[in-house]
Nanobody, 120 residues
Framework: QVQLVESGGALVQPGGSLRLSCTAS????????MGWHRQAPGKERELVAS???????RYANFVKGRFTISRDAAKNTMYLQMSDLKPEDTALYSC??????????????WGQGTQVTVSS
C-alpha cells in the first residue's frame, strides 16, 4: 500500500505563484510515474502534468509554460511549480502514482488533494 500526501495549496491572487508537493510513502515500492490532476467544482478531473521515472514529462495544453513539474526520487516527492496563476486555475489539485508496473499493469494510488484558489 502506498500513501500520497499533497501540500502547498493556498489562496493566492491572480498572477501569483505556488509550489505544490506530493510525497509517497509505504514499503517496498517502485514509482514508475506520477501526475498532477485538478478538478474544479462542476467539472471533470483533468490531467495537469505528469512525469515518469526517466523524467519524461507531459503537460496539458492549458499550462502553456506557466507550470513546471519535477521530482526528487530520493524523497519520493513530486512538485508542481505554478506561476502566473489565473482564476480558472482554481481547483482541487490531486496527485497520483503508478507503482510497481509490470506487463500485468500498474497499481495506481491517489492522494486526497490540496485546494488552490486564485482570487483577488
Amino acid at each position: 500500500q502506498v500513501q500520497l500526501v499533497e501540500s502547498g495549496g493556498a489562496l493566492v491572487q491572480p498572477g501569483g505563484s505556488l509550489r505544490l508537493s506530493c510525497t509517497a510513502s509505504g514499503t517496498d515500492f517502485t514509482i514508475n510515474a506520477m501526475g498532477w490532476h485538478r478538478q474544479a467544482p462542476g467539472k471533470e478531473r483533468e490531467l495537469v502534468a505528469s512525469i515518469t521515472a526517466v523524467d519524461k514529462i507531459r503537460y496539458a495544453n492549458f499550462v502553456k509554460g506557466r507550470f513546471t513539474i519535477s521530482r526528487d526520487a530520493a524523497k519520493n516527492t513530486m512538485y508542481l511549480q505554478m506561476s502566473d496563476l489565473k482564476p480558472e486555475d482554481t481547483a482541487l489539485y490531486s496527485c497520483n502514482a503508478a507503482v510497481d508496473c509490470s506487463g500485468a499493469g500498474c497499481s495506481v494510488y491517489w492522494g486526497q488533494g490540496t485546494q488552490v484558489t486564485v482570487s483577488s
